[in-house]
């Protein structure tokens, strides 16, 4: 048998009504903080990527799903939306639209990346975007947009923590300073962060090698090293979040595994999720259109994971409404009734009933078991009787209560309707 690829998922029934949920709950969220939608392609030129996230990134090192098309061209499927929206605001002249330019997305990314519980090779991400607005309030719209998402689905239990990593001013003397710190457990570090070690030691810093890690917690904090622009940025930005009232963490480790992040950088963990913690990872990219060949254009924005969230909302015993079942389910006797039934049905459908029928030629007796089965909330059994006679009766499934009504799929609707209250 030909089983699914290694790190992704069938989003079965009862699962894919959950997540049209979660997906309504974020289009409605948007719309109140003025986020537009936009849908980029899901692959890309590998080029967007190694020059958008960066080519000492795990991302574009380890984990791309990268290949040459038919036509001679190297093409990665999506492993993030960032670089993509960026590309599609360059090439799309977004620009030329009244600033700030606020946009989301709900797409499928793709990593080649070990699978373990919250770890998958596709998975899907709600992400929003804000290009043309180097204030801090930018900053604090997109994280309250993301908990407010959240709080929108009932999720507990959450923690924001935030952090400055510097700007192209203050980044460069940090380095440095990380660069002799590494320099002398050089020997130690894995053979990516040694080529790091040059290239780009902030890197070292989220290297998942327990050994680099290891290394890295004795590491020079970039919240220390700030130059005054970044460090009001980030005092701002704390104060606007404090007249919010948002409860934050300031956690100075938080580099991020991207490298087109300035100043603000944040992640919302949840203790529900076990090792992989963030449910959400955004910050600022202020040189990322600039890198991608735009005009330079601050940018700030988040992604949450959608699997995460599925896992939360598991773990907290979060039902999102109550699963789809048939209003009605019409039984029939004999051919004549068949053919009623299949009438009816479809007359109901079209006045916007979830309406119900046999395909399988049953006995009226296994018609109704599958009724059951199926929690149609009215029955109805259809014979030669009830079509001469143009009555029947409609049963309540749940109460077991009967009432005669005519076969005008009017009067049935009706019925249906009233008991919805
Ligand atoms: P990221 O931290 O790489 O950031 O991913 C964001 C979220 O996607 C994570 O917090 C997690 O919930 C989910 N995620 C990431 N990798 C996986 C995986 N292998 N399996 C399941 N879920 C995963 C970004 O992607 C940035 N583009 C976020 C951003 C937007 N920054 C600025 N704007």
Redesign the pocket.
């Given at each position: 048998m030909i089983k699914k690829p290694r790190?992704t998922e069938d989003v079965l029934p009862g699962q894919s009504e959950i997540r049209r949920l979660i997906e309504q709950t974020a289009h409605e969220v948007c719309r109140r903080y003025g986020y537009k939608e936009i849908r980029t392609p899901v692959f890309e030129d590998t080029a967007l990527f190694s020059r958008g996230?960066g080519d000492t990134t795990d991302?574009v090192q380890k984990?791309m799903y990268t290949f040459e098309d038919k036509g001679g061209r190297s093409i990665t499927l999506r492993?993030?939306?960032?670089?993509s929206?960026a590309r599609s605001y360059i090439e799309n002249s977004l620009y030329a639209n009244p600033q700030p330019t606020k946009l989301y997305y709900l797409i499928s990314?793709y990593?080649y990346?070990k699978?373990q519980s919250?770890?998958?090779?596709e998975?899907?991400?709600f992400?929003?975007?804000c290009y043309g607005a180097d204030d801090p309030a930018a900053d604090s719209e997109?994280i309250t947009l993301a908990l407010d998402f959240l709080k929108a689905l009932g999720v507990k239990g959450l923690t924001l923590n935030i952090n400055s990593i510097g700007c192209p001013e203050c980044k460069p003397a940090y380095n440095e300073k990380l660069r002799n710190y590494f320099a002398e457990r050089a020997d130690e570090l894995c053979g990516t962060c040694r080529d790091r070690l040059e290239k780009n030691p902030m890197r070292i810093l989220d290297c998942k090698s327990p050994v680099c890690h290891e290394i890295a917690q004795g590491a020079p904090k970039m919240l220390d090293h700030l130059c005054d622009d970044c460090r009001e940025h980030f005092e701002k930005l704390k104060s606007y979040l404090d007249a919010l009232g948002v409860e934050y963490t300031v956690d100075p480790d938080i580099v991020?595994?991207?490298d087109?992040?300035t100043k603000t950088v944040f992640?919302?963990t949840s203790d529900d999720l076990g090792a992989?913690s963030?449910?959400?990872?955004?910050?600022?990219?202020n040189g990322l259109i600039e890198e991608l060949g735009g005009k330079p254009t601050p940018?700030?924005?988040?992604?949450?994971?959608?699997?995460?969230?599925m896992m939360i909302l598991k773990s907290q015993g979060i039902s999102l409404g109550e699963p789809e079942t048939p209003d009605i389910f019409i039984a029939a006797i004999g051919e004549k009734a068949d053919m009623a039934a299949q009438k009816l049905v479809y007359s109901l459908r079209a006045l916007g009933a979830h309406a119900e029928r046999d395909l399988c030629l049953r006995s009226v007796k296994a018609q109704m078991k599958y009724a059951n089965k199926l929690n149609a909330k009215f029955s109805i059994v259809l014979g030669d009787d009830e079509i001469d006679s143009g009555r029947a009766a409609i049963k309540n499934m749940s109460t077991g209560e009967t009432l005669e009504c005519g076969l005008e799929p009017g009067e049935i609707f009706d019925i249906i309707k009233q008991s919805e209250g």
């Open positions: 790190g996230v991302v984990e492993p993030e939306g960032t670089a929206l990314c990593r990346e699978p919250g770890r998958l090779r998975f899907h991400q992400g929003t975007e997109v991020r595994g991207l087109y992040y992640e919302i992989q963030a449910v959400c990872g955004g910050g600022r990219y940018g700030i924005g988040f992604a949450l994971g959608i699997e995460r969230i």
